[in-house]
């Protein structure tokens, strides 16, 4: 099971940084992501990484946000930078024991078959 943390309420334009562990444990995925889902929308993808080490990014975030593991400290991470109101949502880690070779897998919640506990970002003056 994973558990993401590190939501709060930030100022527009201000940073987060969001974290994701396996309760101590070695991340069981080779692939991970974060996906987010506002109130009354569905799910979306933020951004994933490869087994290789590739980062995927949706476009509303790209170049605001960067996603890393350090499996050192079997942890994912999530930094958001330059937030906007429309940011705010639920933040949910997501992994997957595959490793894909299409671009378009990365992007698919189907794809991932391991999930997280969501953490809230609320991004409001």
């Known amino acids: 099971q994973l558990q993401a943390s590190g939501g709060g309420v930030v100022q527009p334009g201000g940073s987060l940084r969001l974290s994701c562990g396996a309760s101590g444990r070695t991340l069981p995925s080779n692939t991970m992501a974060w996906f987010r889902q506002a109130p009354g929308k569905e799910r979306e993808f933020v951004a994933a990484?490869?087994?290789?080490?590739?980062?995927y990014y949706a476009d509303s975030v790209q170049g605001r946000f960067t996603i890393s593991r350090d499996n050192s400290k079997n942890t994912l991470y999530l930094q958001m930078g330059s937030l906007k109101p429309e940011d705010s949502a639920v933040y949910f880690c997501?992994?997957?024991?595959?490793?894909?070779?299409?671009?378009?897998?990365?992007?698919?919640?189907?794809?991932?078959?391991?999930w997280g506990q969501g953490t809230l970002v609320t991004v409001s003056s």
């Open positions: 997501a992994g997957s024991r595959r490793i894909y070779t299409r671009r378009s897998d990365y992007y698919r919640s189907p794809s991932y078959d391991l």
């Open positions: 990484v490869a087994h290789s080490g590739g980062e």
